[in-house]
């Protein structure tokens, strides 16, 4: 048998029909499969790989890494360099309250751990969430996602937990004093590219402060440079009480966070004592990894041109088929007008040397979601191939 079809027989599917594309390697923009076929990768591992596949910093750190120590023990007992020196260098670059890092395996884990934290902190069970929101497939992080279909298989959830309209200042009353937490993505992704506006936001938060809610935004696809600044909440004039992070938190490694003030993140260890554990979480050669990604993130100026580059595709993405193209930085939405005619897309621009795919809340929507390191004459010969999909509608 060959690997496709030791993949199919023996690793666990997520769907009836995975690509099930055989890649052998990936560098910088560009993926290739087992028969040497070069492709532009549009979607970046789901914003995973911000600076690109393989980036040489990263991959030194792993290997020095690598051959210093792997792991030592469970989470936040020994004094580990890869750890702190990340802890130290993400609060470094974000508003002074946020200034304790806890380290996870995922933005799944991230979400749970914000949860407990918010429960913990303040005493409270409520817990609001958006419609259309993601935040992970994990039990805890299930309820609060915000779709039906993707719940109800599951339930019984947790309980106490509301989902509001997203960018609907009429639901915001429903924060009250019985509320946990409000939980939002500071840009909707799943949904297709939702941004709120300013004032949503900024009415979100003050909302928050005066029932002395805990606000939560999920920035584990928007954070890291995606939407053009470090961190998306700095675009609405807003700090949020906990930051959940993931996906390019990493540098390609699989690495999570939820950030918070350290007097919060201080209930965790008491009542009961080891209120939040996990093995592997802040692994120390995914630290290293996600050290030299954002050092390199930043060094390099990667965010720079990224509005240039939004507007590149804006004004490529021209056609009759295309609804609509929403966008925030390097993170586009091209809706056409349903999933079949955007899985014919999909498949063309597969066969044809393009990596991208859909939405889970938007199924009619294409997802463009380079690495930031896009190249203008890549953006074009992406668009390029886009457009000649649209046309075989």
């Not at 939407?227 to 999570?256: R, S």
């Not at 950030?259 to 009961?272: C, E, F, G, K, Y």
Request: glycine residues 8%; contains cysteine; charged residues 15%.
């Amino acid at each position: 048998m060959n690997n496709r079809q030791l993949f199919l027989q023996h690793v666990a599917q997520t769907s009836d029909a995975p690509l099930a594309l055989e890649m052998v390697k990936a560098q910088g923009m560009y993926m290739w499969d087992a028969s040497g076929k070069q492709y532009i990768d549009m979607i970046a591992g789901i914003s995973v790989c911000n600076i690109g596949h393989c980036h040489p910093a990263v991959v030194q750190a792993i290997r020095e890494q690598a051959e210093t120590y792997m792991h030592l023990i469970v989470y936040g007992e020994f004094v580990q360099s890869p750890q702190v020196q990340y802890a130290t260098f993400l609060t470094q670059h974000l508003p002074a309250s946020l200034n304790s890092v806890y380290f996870t395996n995922s933005g799944s884990e991230a979400t749970e751990g914000a949860m407990k934290l918010a429960k913990r902190h303040t005493g409270r069970t409520g817990i609001i969430a958006f419609k259309n929101s993601y935040h992970g497939s994990t039990q805890g992080s299930l309820s609060i996602i915000g779709d039906e279909y993707w719940r109800n298989a599951y339930r019984p959830l947790l309980p106490d937990v509301l989902h509001l309209q997203h960018n609907d200042m009429g639901m915001l009353e429903q924060i009250t004093e019985r509320t946990a937490c409000v939980i939002a993505e500071t840009v909707q992704a799943e949904a297709g590219v939702l941004a709120p506006s300013v004032e949503w936001m900024q009415t979100l938060r003050a909302r928050c402060t005066e029932t002395g809610t805990l606000l939560v935004l999920d920035e584990i696809q928007c954070g890291l440079g995606r939407n053009g600044t470090l961190w998306a909440f700095e675009q609405y004039g807003v700090v949020p009480d906990i930051l959940l992070a993931g996906k390019a938190l990493g540098g390609g490694m699989p690495l999570g966070a939820f950030i918070a003030n350290r007097d919060i993140m201080w209930s965790l260890t008491n009542q009961p004592v080891l209120g939040h554990i996990t093995t592997f979480g802040g692994h120390p050669v995914a630290c290293a990894a996600g050290l030299a990604g954002m050092k390199a993130l930043l060094s390099e100026k990667m965010m720079d041109g990224i509005s240039e580059k939004e507007q590149l595709f804006r004004s490529l993405l021209q056609h009759p088929r295309i609804k609509a193209v929403r966008s925030r930085g390097l993170m586009l939405a091209v809706e056409v007008e349903d999933f079949p005619a955007c899985k014919k897309v999909i498949d063309y621009c597969i066969a044809n040397g393009l990596i991208t795919d859909w939405f889970l809340f938007a199924s009619n929507a294409i997802r463009l979601v380079p690495p930031l390191i896009i190249s203008e004459e890549e953006i074009r010969k992406a668009c390029a191939i886009l457009l000649a999909g649209l046309d075989t509608l």
